[in-house]
């Protein structure tokens, strides 16, 4: 029994040593900018995988969208982050990135662009099994997702982590021809209970399969340490949620991607 025991350690260790994630940045070009995302994914995986786009939040591509990069491609993903600013623009926080998520915000057919061709950039590499690929995005990410979603783009699925839940244009709904799950702090103040509604009688009007769910205590941007943990300033880290949400995403995938 004692060497069983060894042999299946000693193999679940070898398992451990040839995976082997690596981070590539990629320069794309999207309406004219040159765009550097990051490519992730484990190299010792063969053959074609579920894929993600992974959308930053609004100080740009940072760790955080590099760590959960890293943690989906332990899980077996193909991932690609996307940068929406261009290459060398990451604001870093207030106010460089409240200007610089406005240009998207309003503006969002070129939002959309930059959305899409970060898309393409993820379906045309050679590890992408392109009929099983989702979208996940936090914050600015977490509406750009949902923006991609109402351009139409071909997905399985897409997660809005405490993203903007607003409706521009309710028509775009329509056009949605994935699931959506949006992660949302029920104590969010910077998503009024009005977009949330906006955002509900969009998908129900187009027809859309979608599930929303709200975590008490949590606010805006639950999903990241660096907000720190004072709820009073209307952005802060929600262990239980963020862990919450995450499991969320990861049965969404195992339905949507299977």
């Known amino acids: 029994m004692k060497s069983v025991l060894l042999f299946l350690a000693m193999a679940a260790t070898s398992s451990l040593a040839l995976a082997e994630i690596t981070e590539t940045p990629v320069d794309y070009t999207s309406a004219g900018t040159t765009c550097e995302g990051i490519h992730v994914h484990d190299s010792a995986k063969t053959g074609k995988l579920p894929a993600v786009l992974i959308v930053h939040q609004w100080t740009g591509l940072s ?31 207030p106010p460089g990135a409240a200007k610089e998520a406005a240009k998207y915000k309003t503006d969002r057919k070129l939002y959309r662009q930059r959305l899409n061709d970060a898309l393409a950039v993820l379906t045309s590499q050679p590890e992408t099994d392109t009929s099983k690929v989702a979208a996940i995005g936090y914050c600015f990410g977490g509406t750009g997702v949902i923006e991609l979603a109402r351009s139409g783009a071909k997905l399985n699925g897409v997660v809005s982590f405490h993203g903007g839940l ?25 998503v009024p209970a009005a977009d949330v509604q906006a955002f509900e009688d969009e998908l129900n009007a187009a027809g859309v399969k979608y599930l929303l769910i709200k975590y008490p205590g949590a606010v805006h941007a639950f999903t990241q340490k660096s907000a720190g943990n004072d709820n009073s ?26």
């Open 166 to 190: 607003d409706s521009p244009t309710p028509a775009d709904g329509k056009n949605i021809h994935c699931e959506v799950l949006a992660l949302h702090g029920a104590d969010d103040p910077h």
């Open 233 to 258: 300033k209307g952005a802060a880290y929600n262990k239980d949620a963020d862990q919450k949400s995450w499991a969320a995403m990861m049965e969404f995938f195992g339905r949507v991607l299977k």
């Open 63 to 93: 760790e955080n969208e590099k760590m959960r990069g890293r943690m989906l491609a332990e899980l077996g993903y193909n991932v690609f982050l996307a940068d929406i600013y261009g290459k060398g623009v990451r604001p870093g926080g």
